[in-house]
């Protein structure tokens, strides 16, 4: 019979027992998350948008699987090792600008889907017309977190050939390269806040808690009953939303914490 560990009782255990890590795996990392779009688009209100983000994320997989992304030097990755920094942050310290010629492929992919409704295709052709400098900039903004000046049609598709760079240069770490941080709730990556948590099912990571960064793809692991924002315990709830199911996932939760700015995770114990 499993149980629910105190709070205690959890920063007691083996930490070495639990992968701390979830690196992304190159060859599905974006095709798996485009299978998982098409089943949420079934008879969901915005499922011609998230058919056209499918279409998007599917474009990223097959410019992923061309791309060589390129690894910051030895003496970079050993600095952040040895100041608990991220090996490639989003702000500053890596490369931003290699982003923009993986943008191209991405949108020729979209524009060629049939039936591509006009003010999708006219959003394609008015980011194709921006100049280098002002898509750079937009890409800083993005990557800042706050998106300042930038047009939200045209985000998205920005974001993705950010993702692709970060998510490929990830994708080339080992997890003993990636140091631990002092701020454990941003991506040990590249610095990025999470935009969710999952409990995974299977393997080694069976039962555990990773947040997702939304830029890397990489997912580091978070214990349940904290809070990512503030890591506070005391007002954790648990309220249950479907108790069918494989018994991997029975009695299914969701983890939510009363403080602003508590995320959403599912639980996988009964």
Known sequence: MQ????????????????PRLRM?????????????????????????????MAALVDAQQRVLDNFQAERPSAESIEQAQQHCMPLVPATGGY???????????????????????????????????TDPATLEA???SLLAGHGKGVDAASAPFLMAALQVLWTGVASTFD?????MLDVPNVCPVCGTLPVASVVRIGGAHEGYR????????????????????CEASEHVAYHVVD??????VSGAEVLTAADAGGDVAKRADG
Do not use: N
Not at 12 to 18: A, E, V
């Open 210 to 229: 990773y947040l997702a960064c939304g830029l890397c793809s990489t997912e580091w692991h978070m214990v349940r009953v904290k809070c990512t924002h």
């Open 95 to 129: 490369d931003a600008g290699r982003w923009q010629p993986l943008l191209t492929p991405l949108l020729d992919a979209v524009a060629a889907q049939p039936d591509l409704p006009a003010p999708v295709r006219r959003v394609l052709d008015r980011i194709r017309a």
């Open 243 to 248: 108790k069918a199911g494989d018994a991997a």
């Open 24 to 52: 992304p795996q190159r060859a599905e990392v974006f095709s798996a998350r485009a299978a998982r779009l098409r089943q949420l688009a079934d008879a969901h209100p915005l499922g011609d948008y998230l058919r056209l």
């Open 175 to 179: 997890a003993s390269e990636v140091p």
């Open 3 to 18: 149980r629910i560990l105190e709070p205690g009782q959890i920063e007691s255990l083996d930490r070495t027992s639990i």
């Open 138 to 140: 937009g890409a800083l």
